[in-house]
């Protein structure tokens, strides 16, 4: 990246030596921060272009304005600023002459150039911490610095021809080599060599397409077709060494063996199985399972959830089995009855409609079954365990997947290990990291041996060859699955590799295998340090993943920030037509893993003790990728599961027990505190679905100082759709649509802007014209809008709604001046499909950094007869919505990471009212789940029993008006915030905290945030996240004033100013049990003129209050916001007088207590901050249908509060649950004194008696 291509005559562009000016890849951004610290008119720069390799760009300041200027070099390596079409260029042979020009006034360009900016020159690190051992010298590199396994036959090579590539080969024959075969012939030669060099030339890719569906159909003739079979394989083991007269002949006889093949396969193999039928009834396991190792027979102790009404017809016994058949697609419900006597009902796969995991009870489960046609009945079970609950929904999952009539898969697992082994070999066994057995969130006992279709190993330090550590992890899943797992990728970069291996039966789904590694050693020249990637398709869904090694050392932070984006505008993967976009936005799922080496900023004996108490919550909060993350300086929008396993580094070799956190080195004692080195973390695209279903690290593996990190995924994966209706007539034609766009831009240019669209979906890019209105309230942003003249119309390639709701759109916002991306992002189709327009709102991220944000109208149109869909396998899993209060922690099966713009969601469809027929009241049922005539069934996206709708997940614990609650600014009323409904709202708050968790459930995952653990999505009532369908129902106001069909959305998350110290301590005294993250609306943040002095120096990130200066990470955001508070077209301006409530945001805190982004001190959520539902409703309902509050409010009452530890423990958090309760279950919960269970009893009764009154 030094500088551009050769000058003419081989001088070099940049003269003898390079001038100061010159900052080569500097980013645009960076240099405008250069040229405005500078400060003066005629204060130029030059830096290498964004746009095109080998070109420049010369920024010039004038009156506060940053113009960019193109260099260009011609054909003959001529540079030459662009100029307009006419204008004679004026060309040099190198960049400083070509300045030199431009120091003399009246050369055409703004201003003259006065006062060269230079670049400033950092010294060298020193970097003699090659790796965390510390070693004095780095380790060698391996003979190949950087090496990968050889294309296979799914692996694409660089040497596919463009779309005219063969008539070249053709048209060079008949221009030259045809006549050297016409003078051969002439002198009596019978063969033309150079025709049949040029034949085999131009066949080079079908042979290879002829390679691969052989070898696809060799498994086939081997089961049907013995003696084609021998043919096959004779042919593919004779093609690898053939070429020349003999590599024509054996094409030819190929496609005359594959004609033969496929003609008469489907025969021979009809012919095969109705002898086998007759000779077995059992028919052959598919030969993909035939070595696969079955799953057993699971089963799970469960206690029936019951309300206390229902006690009288059902009787005391509530305790039942639940055995889960995988192989068999069988679920057996197993009730024990008196006399030892068991009365069972087992139901099929295809009989069970939907789980629907509580957000309040982390442990409990509602199963719906379907009884006859369109009824069904719904049951509540309670799990021993978090845990169990999580198993058992797993194992169902894969029973579905097993047996479901779809051809291909829509979700897989995935699991991803990192670990740096210290440059020693493995040990003999590292099962435990596999099966990802340890400590923090790990897998149940009863699901940990399922197979995972994807196994990516991250490894730093490792000293084993290629070929070895494969074969070894090979050998190791063999062992652990009976699978033979497939190696699709090795990379590596001196020792730092990531390997990745498929399921055998996934093998011909992966596609556009790339592989790619950067250095980021000393002076990014050494390989000890840096990243290697892979990316991959697996049928319709792009893949990323990054294994890294990034600068160690306490006080390195900056280089490790610098390290990761270098990475992140390095690493060459995925779709090359997607270059205007750095790493993070190329792929569905990108997964960053590896010793990312930052460290903890606390004294080490705080540290240690901590660890010894295990509490890493005050740890976490010092951690400095957590705090980097906050500041938006790396990992953009990644979001990480939280963390409940001791730091990974740095332990005593051969054992878990000591950190060692001193060495002794030539330039003195050398302190590495304890610190999670190792980490894993992902970005998705919006409306994706991916769960982390563990993330821990393994405590037996001990021949490195760091421990083996692991974490699995479950991931919703798109099939390469195949139209059922053919392709689409004029009338059928699906259009992606734009009423509007603006997007403020963090830049002090002034130039004209278009967006380019970039998706999988149309079949080549397209661009807008330029914007048509501008304007800058700030001379460091700029606001630009697109009105729906200048923005074209999209023809996606298919139609069906079913194919467009997995697609997703990539904008790009670039200058004309020098057609550099200013910003880019992502936006989700499948919420904007309708028939009127919808909102969105997303940020702008650049280069890993965060440049501004964008929203506009748009609507996807399908045509009635391309609307039909069906469910996606994993959406049968959801989150009920028919308690009260928020979530401990992850039930959610839609979680959109990463990117998450704000849209207005239509309901498109919801499950019809579920009967209990003896389970729930049906005035419950009603009051808890929305009947399907509430949807607006004039909408031609609404299908009937369609599961496209992205509100699909039934949210539990948020009843539809708290959704007016939590956002009522978006609401027609702008005086909403005053509706009893939002009065309701600080009842939810106001809690008691309950006991620790207990261990035995771990935290669960949480709503991706940046810069903190990833949190629970209803901590914010209904966020984006859950796929919104607490919304659906709100009694808000939508589009055209519709009520209780849609419901604008809060803006995302970015991330507002600290306050002064004051103003935090005044939060910190509120009754609320923790602080959430809380968001203030784009119109809520004001930001000084530029002249009041506020921007003086840089900018603050505190406004007027905060008094220090910051390094302007959390600015951008805040100066755009403003910048964009003017209303939306189609919105209802809100009550300058009565700021809205903030999402999630209790009613009795202010704007002040938003502000405190990101909680310094996040806590677990509690279930005592769950309220009734009649908080929320306003209702008088006499249900006892209380909190856990209650609970202990009773058993406080009755002076036995001791016991309310063991009883939440054990599940009995309600006064409905308690009903239930036997002597035996008392005893299990710690109450062993008889008077005091006598006492508890005879209470239960006395209420249950009250009830029934």
Not at 11 to 23: D, E, F, Q, T
Not at 1213 to 1218: A, I, P, T
Request: hydrophobic residues 35%; contains cysteine.
């Amino acid at each position: 990246m030094a500088g551009g291509g050769g000058g003419g005559g081989g001088v070099s562009p940049l003269g003898p030596a390079p001038p100061m000016w010159y900052h080569r890849d500097l980013s645009r951004a960076a240099a405008e921060e250069l040229l405005a610290r500078a400060g003066r008119d005629g204060s130029f720069l030059v830096r290498d272009s964004e746009s095109v390799n080998g070109a420049y760009a010369l920024c010039v300041l004038f009156q506060k304005h940053v113009h960019t200027y193109r260099i260009l070099p011609d054909e003959e390596g001529f540079l030459a600023v662009q100029t307009s079409q006419g204008v004679q260029p004026k060309r040099f042979k190198t960049l400083p002459e070509l300045v030199s020009l431009y120091l003399q006034p009246s050369q055409g360009l703004v201003t003259t150039l006065l006062y060269h900016v230079d670049r400033e020159e950092t010294a060298i690190p020193d970097d003699r911490d090659y790796s965390d051992g510390e070693d004095e010298k780095p380790p060698l590199p391996p003979r190949s610095a950087s090496t990968s396994t050889p294309p296979g036959p799914d692996t694409p090579t660089d040497s596919a021809p463009a779309a005219n590539g063969l008539s070249t080969i053709s048209h060079e024959y008949l221009k030259g080599s045809y006549a050297l075969d016409l003078e051969a012939v002439k002198q009596g030669a019978c063969s033309l060599p150079h025709l049949n060099k040029t034949l085999v030339a131009s066949c080079k890719r079908l042979n290879g397409e002829v390679d691969k569906v052989l070898s696809g159909l060799e498994i086939l003739s081997k089961v049907f077709d013995q003696q084609s079979a021998f043919m096959v394989s004779k042919m593919i083991q004779q093609s690898v060494n053939q070429g020349g007269d003999q590599e024509l002949e054996n094409l030819v006889t190929k496609l005359a063996i594959l004609k033969d093949l496929l003609s008469s396969i489907e025969k021979k193999a009809l012919k095969a199985l109705q002898d086998m039928s007759l000779s077995s009834p059992c028919s052959p396991p598919p030969l993909s399972m035939r070595h696969s190792k079955a799953i057993p027979v699971q089963a799970f102790e469960v206690k029936l959830d019951v309300y206390l009404a229902e006690l009288t017809k059902i009787g005391k016994s509530q305790k039942y089995t639940l055995s889960v058949d995988v192989e068999g697609g069988r679920l057996v419900v197993m009730k024990k009855v008196k006399d030892n006597q068991e009365d069972w009902t087992t139901f099929t796969h295809d009989k069970i409609r939907q789980l629907i995991k509580s957000q309040r009870v982390q442990n409990k489960l509602g199963i719906v079954f379907e009884k006859e046609k369109d009824k069904s009945q719904r049951k509540d079970f309670i799990f021993a365990s978090a845990k169990k609950r999580e198993a058992f929904c797993q194992l169902l999952q894969l029973m579905k997947n097993k047996h479901s009539n779809q051809d291909e898969p829509d979700m897989i697992t995935i699991f991803i290990g990192t670990w740096n082994m210290g440059s020693v070999p493995a040990p003999k066994s590292v099962a435990s990291w596999v099966l990802c057995r340890g400590l923090g969130k790990t897998l149940d006992e009863m699901t940990v041996t399922i197979p995972h279709d994807l196994y990516v190993f991250g490894t730093q330090e490792n000293s084993v060859c290629d070929r070895e550590w494969v074969e070894s992890l090979r050998a190791m899943l063999k062992e652990q699955t009976e699978l033979d797992y497939k190696p699709i990728a090795v990379q590596t970069l001196w020792n730092i590799r990531i390997a990745v291996l498929v399921k055998p039966e996934h093998e011909n789904r992966i596609s556009h295998v790339g592989m790619s590694s950067v250095k980021t050693g000393i002076a990014n020249t050494l390989g000890n340090k840096g990243a290697v990637g892979v990316s991959f398709m697996f049928n319709g869904t792009s893949f990323g993943f990054v294994n890294c090694h990034l600068t160690s050392g306490n006080e390195k932070i900056a280089r490790r920030n610098q390290n990761y984006l270098d990475i992140l505008r390095l690493l060459s993967l995925g779709d090359k037509q997607l270059s205007s976009f750095d790493i993070s936005l190329r792929f569905t799922h990108l997964f960053w893993l590896g010793d990312l080496n930052y460290r903890l900023d606390m004294d080490i004996q705080e540290i240690l003790n901590y660890i010894n108490r295990k509490e890493f919550d005050p740890l976490l909060k010092v951690d400095q990728l957590n705090l980097e993350r906050e500041k938006n300086k790396v990992f953009l929008r990644f979001a990480e599961e939280e963390i409940s396993f001791p730091p990974t580094y740095r332990y005593e070799r051969g054992s878990r027990d000591t950190y060692v956190w001193q060495k002794q080195k030539a330039t003195g004692m050398r302190t590495n505190v304890p610190s999670w080195c190792d980490r894993i973390l992902w970005k998705s695209y919006p409306e994706t679905h991916i769960v982390c279903n563990s993330y821990g690290c393994t405590d037996d593996i001990v021949t490195s100082d760091h421990s083996p990190v692991f974490a699995t995924f479950e991931v919703g994966v798109t099939s390469q759709f195949v139209s059922k209706k053919g392709l689409p007539k004029s009338s059928e034609q699906a259009y992606i649509e734009f009423e509007s766009i603006e997007a403020i831009v963090k830049t002090a240019s002034r130039t004209k802007f278009f967006i380019e669209f970039y998706s999988t979906c149309l079949e080549e890019f397209k661009k807008s014209y330029e914007n048509d209105s501008q304007s800058s309230d700030n001379v460091n942003f700029l606001r630009v809008g697109w009105s729906n003249k200048q923005l074209t119309t999209l023809k996606p390639l298919l139609s069906e709604i079913e194919y467009l709701q997995d697609q997703h759109l990539l904008l790009t916002v670039k200058s004309l001046d020098g057609y550099e991306s200013y910003g880019e992002c992502v936006l989700a189709l499948k919420s904007m499909i309708g028939s009127t327009a919808q909102q969105f709102h997303t940020y702008l991220s650049h280069r890993g950094e965060e440049t501004g944000n964008i929203r506009g109208s748009m609507r996807v149109r399908v045509p009635a007869e391309r609307m039909g869909t069906r469910e996606r396998l994993y959406e049968w899993i959801s989150v009920d919505k028919d308690e009260t209060g928020g979530p401990k922690g992850k039930s959610t099966m839609v979680s959109r990471v990463g990117h998450e713009p704000s849209v207005v969601r239509k309901q498109l469809g919801e499950l019809g009212k579920v009967s209990e027929e003896g389970e729930r009241c049906a005035k419950e049922e009603t009051a808890a789940r929305p009947k399907q005539d509430t949807t607006d069934s004039s909408d031609p996206s609404v299908s009937k029993n369609s599961y496209n709708n992205p509100a699909y997940y039934i949210l539990e614990g948020v009843p539809n008006q708290s959704a007016a609650a939590i956002s009522p600014e978006l609401l027609p009323s702008p005086t909403s915030a005053n509706t009893p409904a939002a009065k309701a709202a600080p009842a939810s708050a106001g809690a008691r905290t309950k006991p620790p968790c207990p261990t035995s459930a771990p935290p669960h995952m949480r709503r991706p945030m940046t810069g903190h653990p990833v949190r629970a999505i209803s901590e914010e009532g209904a966020s984006e996240d859950d796929g919104g369908p607490c919304m659906t129902g709100a009694q808000g106001g939508g589009v055209g004033g519709t009520i209780g069909s849609t419901l604008n959305r809060p803006p995302p998350d970015f991330p507002p100013p600290p306050l002064p110290k004051g103003a935090l301590e005044t939060v910190a005294e509120s009754p609320f049990t923790k602080p959430r993250p809380l968001y203030p609306d784009l119109a809520e943040v004001r930001i000084p003129a530029a002249g009041s002095g506020a921007l003086g120096e840089g900018f603050r990130r505190g406004g007027a209050g905060t008094g220090a200066l910051d390094d302007q990470s959390c600015s951008v955001l805040q100066m755009a916001k403003t910048l964009s508070e003017s209303e939306f077209p189609g919105q209802p301006p809100r009550a300058p007088s009565a700021p809205p409530p903030l999402r999630g945001q209790p009613m009795g805190l202010g704007l002040e207590a938003c502000r405190t982004f990101p909680p310094r001190n996040p806590i677990p959520e509690s279930i005592a901050e769950d309220m009734p539902e009649e908080a929320l409703w306003g209702s008088s309902s006499s249900s006892l249908s209380v909190g856990e509050s209650s609970v202990g409010e009773w058993l406080q009452r009755l002076g036995l509060e001791r016991y309310e530890q063991g009883l939440l423990h054990n599940g009995w958090d309600d006064l409905e649950f308690l009903s239930d309760i036997t002597e035996e279950d008392l005893e299990e919960a710690g109450v062993l004194d008889p008077s005091h269970k006598r006492i508890l009893l005879e209470s239960l009764r006395q209420q249950q008696q009250q009830q029934q009154k």
